[in-house]
């Protein structure tokens, strides 16, 4: 498996109302990239390590009940959906319980986000899930790449800490 992490300047050139989304944000990226091994071992895996590394930054900063975890699965996802409830992730109780419909066609198969509880708003903090730019690239289908992002100076901005 290949891991790999890095802060990046992103820039969007859509408009955006809600204040919390700038044109221009920090975002640390994580990627971890490998074969499949069956069974969605290495998709569990690896969705667990990021997930557990955005849950400990988040944790630094904001109350770990505040923040929650939410899925939006392929519509053909039974096999997914099995082993994702069969898992003994730390981080499960996070989970809202319901799974959403994945409605783009930038991850495959699903994608988590984390949110914070905060003045009654549901603020959307990090996401990741599975991609196939990897496949892609070496023309392999067993080929399993999973990103996700936190953005930084959101989470500056909303620190009632600092």
């Not at 920090?26 to 990021?50: I, P, R, W």
């Not at 730390?90 to 495959?108: C, D, G, M, P």
């Not at 990103?147 to 909303?158: A, F, N, P, T």
């Amino acid at each position: 498996v290949l891991r790999y992490a890095a802060v990046h300047r992103h820039v969007r050139g859509q408009y955006f109302t809600n204040p919390n989304f700038t044109a221009h944000f920090s975002v640390l990226c994580l990627a971890s990239g490998g074969t499949d091994t069956g069974n969605y071992d290495f998709e569990m895996k690896q969705l667990n390590e990021h997930i557990n590394i955005q849950l400990e930054l988040l944790g630094k900063r904001f109350a770990y009940e505040d923040l929650h975890i939410r899925f939006y699965l392929e519509s053909d996802s039974d096999k997914f959906t099995s082993a994702l409830r069969a898992q003994q992730f730390r981080w499960k109780e996070k989970v809202a319980q319901s799974e959403a419909t994945l409605s783009n066609r930038y991850y495959e198969t699903f994608q988590y986000k984390v949110f914070l509880k905060k003045g009654g708003m549901e603020i959307d903090l990090a996401d990741g899930g599975m991609v196939n730019w990897t496949q892609k690239l070496l023309q392999n289908r067993k080929q399993r790449l999973c990103i996700s992002g936190l953005g930084l100076e959101l989470i500056e901005r909303l620190d009632d800490n600092r």
